[in-house]
């Protein structure tokens, strides 16, 4: 008999797989982005330091949007790039947390881009 998968086990498990790959530093920070059914939520993470630099959500007032669409994965992306470039950062390591680079994730990893991300 066929057993059903579990999702949650599977992107944890992709997760921890990136995550051996991807480290952020000062000079290059991680851009974690985490997706639950309501929000997004994105943070840039020294991980040598073991400290949050930015972050960005859909809960922010700077965010019109506020579901875990397209349109606010544009928002925040924009959002987290501006943020970012702020603080003088402009180069990072994306992290895209296990999930599949497809639909949200790829829209917020386009609009951090075009706002000035390179990664």
């Given amino acids: 008999m066929v057993s059903k998968t579990d999702r949650k086990f ?16 000062a000079e290059r920070p991680r851009l974690c982005i985490y997706r639950s059914n309501r929000n997004l939520f994105a943070q840039l993470i020294d991980d040598v330091a073991g400290i949050t630099i930015v972050s960005a959500s859909t809960l922010d007032k700077e965010v019109k949007t506020k579901l875990a669409n397209k349109e606010a ?3 925040v992306g924009t959002l987290i790039a501006k943020r970012a470039t702020e603080k003088g950062v402009e180069n990072i390591v994306f992290d895209r947390s296990g999930y599949q680079y497809h639909g949200v994730i790829k829209e917020f990893a386009e609009a951090a881009r075009e706002a000035g991300l390179k990664f």
């Fill in 10 to 25: 599977e992107t944890r498990r992709r997760h921890i797989r990136v995550r051996r790959k991807v480290s952020g530093t």
């Fill in 73 to 75: 994965a544009k928002e």
